[in-house]
C-alpha cells in the first residue's frame, strides 16, 4: 500500500501518472548501434546526470509509470516519472539505501548497474545488457564520482531528426535517426537514447531502436522523444493503384482542392455526391439538429434551381433551431451544469447561463467575443451569468489547485496540459513549470460560494485573502455606523484598523501576481503556454492579457480548437484527433487544409456561422457515405462521409418529430425539445442512455456515441416507442383515420422516419405485406413498418 | 424464435468481414492485443471461476457491528452487540447475524482490508477497480474489464448489475473508458411484485406473424450496411441488434430474469427484501453464464443512530447473503463461482456524539467463498481497537487481482485508452495466496 501524503494530492498525482504508463516490459536491443560520434573535439567528459543518465533511465523504462516511476516507486526505489525531477532522482539513487545503489568503490557492485543488468535479482528483469554501451555510461557516471545535476550545463535546444517524412510501402523499414542540439552548439547522435512511439500501431510499427515498418496503407506519424524534446517524423504509404485524373477533375472550392491533394497522395478515390434528399437530412441534422419535416422534403425535391443547396445552407444558419443546437454544443464546452456535491447555482444558475450563450449566438457575436466574455467573467450569476463557468471549474477549491487552468486549455485551446500538472507532460514540451506559469493567471479570482438560501455566489478579481480583508474591513466600517455611535477612543482605533486593512488590502491588490510551483516551492509569475511572457501591471486582471494572447490572430491553438471541433462536428472525425488534443507531436491530418480553415475563420474574426458555411458548402461535405472497395477504410481523409450514430438529444427528437408524439420532460412544458434542454442534470433515461454529455469536465470524449445492447433493447422493445407507434394523436392514427391510400401512408412513413421516398422494392415489400394480412390487421401492418424504420440504421444515423 | 440472421444475405457476409472490428476492438486495438506482452498461466487449477458475484456493501460495512467484533475494547469503540460463537471453532461474529454464523464455515472471513481512502466514490472507484485516481474520471471496473475480455459467449450480457450500479453522487462500476459496450446491464429491482428487466419483456408480447413480418420488411429496409464497409458502429449496431432481438424473443434472458419461477420457499429463504431476492438472481443469472454480477447493497453509511440504521440492514444481508452461500453450495456452484462481499472502507472505531461511526479506511473486513477459497478460516487481523490492520492487510488492488486470476484475466495485460494509451489493467497488487491454503 502507498502511503500518500494528503488524499487528495495523492488523487492527483496517481491521476496524471495514467498518462505515462508505458510499462516496463520493452525488450532491451542490441547496442551496436551506438556509434558516438559525440564529443568530437574534447576527450569524452564524464557523462552527465541531466543529459545521459536520466535518458538513460528513460530509455529502458525505469523510471516509467509501470515500475519506479510510479508515486509509490518499486521496492523502496523511487524515480521520479520520466525524469522531470532531477534533483530527487539524484538524490534517491545517490544518498537512499545507505548509498547501495551506486558504489564508487566497486562500481560493478552497484545496486543501479547489477539490477538492471541482472546479475542481480530485479523483479523488472535484465533491462540492460551487460557490457552493453548503456551499462558502460551506469559504470562510467560511477567512476566519475556521480555528478549531479549541474545547472551551468548547456540546455538542450532541440532534437534533429532524419527522415522527417517518408513515402513507404507497406513491410517496408526504415531507421530514425536523432540528432540533440545543445544551446553551446554541440551536436550529438541520441538515436539509441530516444524514445519512439506510433501514432497509429496499426499503420505503422516502430521498435526501440527507432526502426519504423510500415504496415498498411495510410498516413500516420512516429513520435521522438528525448529529454523534453518531441519531434515527429511523417511517414505515407500510398495505394499503388492510379487513380484516373477525372475523379480529382472538379474542385470549386479550396476545401475540397485540399482534400484531394491528400486523397490523390495517398491513392484514395473519393466517393460520389450524395443526392438532395441525403443532404437535405444531413444538412439539417447537423446545422440544427433536426430532422426535416416530409413539406420541407417535397419543397426541397422540387425546387430545380441550381444554387438550392447553397441557399438550404444559409437559411438554416439563420432558423431558432441553429440557436438552439449550438448553444446545447457551447454547453457542453463550457460545463454548465449543476455541481455534483454542494452546488450554489441550481437549475436556474444553469438556464441563465444556457440563455446568455444563445442569446450570444443569436446576436451573431463571434467565438472570438463569446470567449473573451465567458474567460473575462466576474461578478454574481445574476449579473453575469457566464460566472458559471467558474463556479463548475473552480468549485469550492482555490482557484490554483482547482481545475481551471486544465479546462481553459482544453475547452479554448484544444491543448491538454493537465499531466503537466504534476510531472512534465510525456507526448509535448510542456513541463510542470508550464502547467503553473498558466495556472498563474487564475490565482486573482476568488468565489464568494453562498448556498442558494443565503444569497447569490459571485466572483471576484482578487486573492481569498483580499476577500477575507474585504469582509473584515466592511466589518469595521459597521462598527461606525453603530448607533449609538461608539465612544471617541473606540471610533479612533476603528479608523486606524480601517486605514490599515485599506493599505494591506491595496498592497495585495498591487503584489506582483504568483504562484507556488509546489514540487520546487518557487513563485512562478503568469506565462503563457507558448511561453512568451505577460506583463502585467499592478492590479490588472491577469486574464485580461491572457485573454489578449489567447484569440491573437496568430495563435493556432484558439482558433484550431473551435475549427476542429467545427470540422468534427460536420464531418465526423477531426483533422486532428482527439479533437481536443491539438499539440506539435499530433499533427492535423492535412495541413494545408488545416491552414486554410483557420486563416478563414481568424480572418473573419471567429465567425462561427462563416466557417460552418464554408464547410457545408463544400463538395467534401456533399460527398455519399456509401463506401468504394478503395476508399473504405479510409476515415481519416474524407473520402466518403462517415456514417454515425446520431447524437442522444438529436436521436429523441427525431423519435418525437416522426412519431408525432413529443417527449415529456419533467420541470418543462410539453413540446419543449431535447436540444433545448439546458441542464445535463435533467432525469431522462434515454439521453443518459443514448450517451449526453455530463459536463464534468472538458473533454470532447464526455459525449459518447457508443452503441450499446440496452439502446438496441430499448428502441426494439421500450414502452414509451411501443406506445408512440400506436399513439391515438400520433402521425400514423392521423393518417389510418383519413381517406390515406396505403401508397399515401407508406410515402408518408418513409418521408417521416428516413426523410426520403421508399424505394420501389420497398414498397413492394411493404404492399406484400398488406396483401398477406387481413383487412383488420392493416393498422398493425403499418405500425410493424413503423417501428422497422425507426429500428433501422438509416434512421439512427447520421449518413 | 425470432433469428435476426439472414444466412444467406450480402448483410450476413458484411457481418463476417466487420466481425473483426466488431465489439470495441478497432483494427489497430486488435494488432496491439496480438502483442500484449506476459501471458501468464497462473496454477488455475480448481482456483478458476467461471463468474463472480460481488455483494457489494455501499458506504461501509462496520466491521466493529458485524465480523470485526472487539468485546475487550472500550464502550465507545466495542458498541452495542455481542459476538456469538459460529460453527467454526473459535470464530465469532456478530450476534445480529445468526444465520451466518451457522455457515461460516462455507467462507473465508478477511479482517485486513485497507487502504488509506474516506471518499465514498474514490474508494468505491479503487475497491471495483483496483486502482485509484484518473484523469479521465473513473477507472473501468472489474467487471466490465471481466467483459471486455470475455466478449459475448452468450445471450445473456457478461456483466449484470443487480438492482443496479452503486451511486453516490456519482455512478461507480461502470466501464469507463472501455466503453458503452461493457457497461453493466442493470437488472432492476427483482423483489418487486411484477418484476420485469426494462425493455426486456414486451409489455404485451408480439404474435409469431408480426414478428415474422418485421423481420421480413427490416432485411428489405435496412440496407445502410451495406452500402457502408467497414463502419464499427454500424456494425456494432447490427450485433447488437440481433442480440437484443434474442435477448427479447428467445425466452431464455426472459427466463434468467424469471425469479418468480423460483419456489417460493427458496425465495423466502433469501428473504423478500431487495437484496434477498437480488442475491438470489445474481445466482440464476451465474447458472446461465453470467460472467459477473454486482450484487448492489448500498445504505451502510451510518454516521448517526448506528443501532437503529444496522438493525434495518443486517438482518436482511444476514438472511440473503447467508441463503446464497449455502443454496449454491448445495447447487455446487461454488466449485467455480467465487462470491466476494466487501464496500469501500469500514467504519472509525469510536462512536461518535451522534451515535455513529464514520468513514475509515484502514481496517474493513471481506468475506470471500467458492471456486478454491478455503471456506472456515479467518485472515488478517486488526488491532485491539479494531483501528488498524496488523496482521496481513490487503488492499484493493490485491482483491482486484485475486478476482482477476480467478477468472483467468491476466492483471498486467494493456488496455488502451480510446486515444491509445496501454494502460495496465492493474498497477500494483497481488494475488490473495492465503485465501486458498
Known sequence: MPTPPAAALFLYVARCLLGALSGCLTVAVPLFLLASRSFAQSPPPAPSFTHDILPLLTRYDCNSGGCHGKLAGQNGFRLSLRGYAPEADFESLTRESRGRRVNPAAPESSLLVAKANGSVAHAGGRRILPGSAGERLLLDWIRAGMPGPDSAEAALERLQISPRSAVLQPSEQVRITVTAHYADGRQRDVTWLARYASGDASLLDVDSSGLVQALRHGEHVVRVTFQDQVEVATFTMPRNETLSPELFAVASQPIDQHVFGRLKALGIPPSPAADDATFLRRSMLDAIGTLPTPAEQRAFLADQSPDKRARLIDSLLQRPEFFDYWALQLGDLLQNRVERDHDVRGRKGVRGFHQWIRQQLVAGRSWRQLATDVLLASGSTSENPAVGYYIVTIGEKAAEESDIADSVAQAFLGTRIGCARCHNHPLERYTQDDYYHFTAFFTRLALQRRSPDEGETSLHVATRHVLNLRQQLSEQQAKLQQTPAPAADEQTRVQQRISELEKEIERNQQAAVTVRQPRTGTMLPPRHLDRSTAAISPGEDPRVQLTHWMTDPGNRAFSGAMVNRLWKHFLGTGLVEPVDDLRATNPPSNTPLWDYLNDQFVQSDFDLRHLMRLIMNSETYQRASATLPDNRYDQRFHSHAQARRLPAEVLLDAISAATGEPEPFAGYPLGIRAIQVPDPGLDSYFLTLFGRSERVTACACERSGDVTLPQLLHLQNSDSLTARIRAPEGRLQRLLTTSATDTDIITELFQAVLCRLPREDERAAVQAQLAAAATEERAAVFQDLFWVLLNSREFAFQH | ?437
Open chain 2, 1 to 437: 424464435m425470432l433469428k435476426f440472421q439472414l444466412a444467406q444475405s450480402p448483410r450476413r457476409s458484411f457481418l463476417q468481414i466487420g466481425s473483426l472490428s466488431t465489439f470495441g476492438l478497432s483494427q489497430a486495438a486488435m494488432l496491439r492485443a496480438a502483442e500484449s506482452p506476459r501471458q501468464e498461466s497462473g496454477n488455475a487449477g480448481n482456483r478458476r471461476a467461471k463468474a463472480v458475484i460481488l455483494v457489494y456493501l455501499g458506504g461501509g460495512l462496520s466491521h466493529h457491528d458485524s465480523f470485526d467484533m472487539k468485546p475487550e475494547a472500550a464502550a465507545e469503540v466495542r458498541g452495542k452487540y455481542l459476538p456469538i460463537d459460529t460453527v467454526v471453532p473459535g470464530l465469532q461474529i456478530s450476534e445480529m447475524l445468526p444465520m451466518l454464523a451457522q455457515c461460516m464455515n462455507k467462507v473465508c472471513l478477511h479482517r485486513g482490508g485497507a487502504h488509506n481512502n474516506d471518499h465514498h466514490e474514490t474508494a468505491t472507484n479503487w475497491v471495483m477497480s483496483g486502482r485509484f485516481g484518473s484523469p479521465f474520471g473513473d477507472w473501468p471496473a472489474i467487471g466490465a474489464v471481466a467483459a471486455h475480455e470475455s466478449g459475448f459467449p452468450g445471450t445473456l450480457p457478461p456483466y449484470v448489475a443487480i438492482p443496479r450500479n452503486p451511486s453516490f453522487t456519482w455512478e461507480l462500476g461502470k466501464s469507463a473508458f472501455l466503453g458503452g459496450r461493457y457497461e453493466s446491464f442493470r437488472a432492476g429491482d427483482p423483489n418487486e411484485a411484477s418484476y420485469r428487466v426494462r425493455d426486456l419483456a414486451p409489455a404485451e408480447p408480439l404474435p409469431d406473424v408480426r414478428v415474422q413480418r418485421r423481420q421480413s420488411m427490416l432485411a428489405a429496409v435496412d440496407t445502410l450496411g451495406r452500402a457502408i464497409e467497414a463502419n464499427d458502429q454500424l456494425a456494432a449496431f447490427d450485433q447488437f441488434q440481433q442480440r437484443a432481438a434474442r435477448m427479447v424473443l428467445s425466452g431464455e434472458a426472459r427466463d434468467a430474469f424469471a425469479i418468480d419461477a423460483e419456489k417460493t420457499e427458496l425465495r423466502d429463504r433469501y428473504g423478500r427484501t431487495t437484496f434477498g431476492q437480488s442475491c438470489l438472481l445474481a445466482r440464476r443469472l451465474v447458472e446461465r453464464g453470467v460472467g459477473f454480477v454486482t450484487v448492489n447493497f448500498g445504505g451502510w453509511d451510518h454516521h448517526a443512530k448506528i443501532w437503529e440504521g444496522l438493525e434495518k440492514k443486517l438482518p436482511d444481508f444476514d438472511r440473503g447473503f447467508s441463503a446464497l452461500v449455502t443454496d449454491m453450495d448445495q447447487r455446487g456452484l461454488l466449485q467455480d463461482v467465487l462470491v466476494v462481499a466487501m464496500g469501500e472502507f469500514g467504519r472509525t472505531p469510536k462512536i461518535n456524539k451522534d451515535v455513529g461511526r464514520d468513514h475509515w479506511g484502514p481496517a474493513a473486513s471481506l468475506l470471500f467463498c467458492g471456486a478454491g477459497v478455503v471456506p472456515g478460516r479467518v485472515l488478517g487481523q486488526t488491532d485491539r481497537d479494531g483501528a488498524q490492520v496488523v496482521d496481513s492487510p490487503v488492499g484493493p488492488a490485491d482483491v482486484a487481482c485475486t478476482i482477476y486470476r480467478s477468472l483467468g484475466i491476466d492483471p498486467h495485460k494493456h488496455l488502451y485508452t480510446p486515444d491509445g494509451r496501454p494502460v495496465p489493467i492493474l498497477q500494483e497488487g497481488n494475488p490473495i495466496e492465503a485465501l486458498y491454503g
